[in-house]
């Protein structure tokens, strides 16, 4: 099977994690992602689940805190800056 050569971009950063944990499989980076793609091939399909993150509790008591803000705002205090928001803190301490 003749081979060739293919150009992708990748963040840096996770170009060199993968990298590392190749490494420590004792491959390099074109091995794995020729593994990825005969996988892919082989199976029609990605190999492995993609899918959201559910949020966790307190991500989701945020989200319902702001929609009742956005619905409600005559109920919430406003603030010109974050440094006066910050001010009356201070004072409230």
Do not use: C, H, W
């Not at 929609?67 to 009356?88: C, G, I, L, Q």
């Amino acid at each position: 099977m003749s081979k060739v050569s293919t150009s992708i971009s990748i963040d840096s950063e996770v170009k060199a994690q993968a990298q590392a944990l190749f490494a420590d499989f004792g491959m390099d980076l074109s091995t794995a992602i020729n593994i990825f793609l005969r996988q892919s091939i082989r199976e029609n399909a990605i190999p492995f689940v993609i899918q959201r993150e559910d949020p966790n509790a307190d991500t989701v008591a945020a989200i319902r805190e702001r929609d009742e803000m956005v619905k409600n705002p005559e109920k919430y205090k406003r603030y010109s800056s974050f440094a006066e928001f910050m001010e009356e803190e201070a004072r409230n301490v």
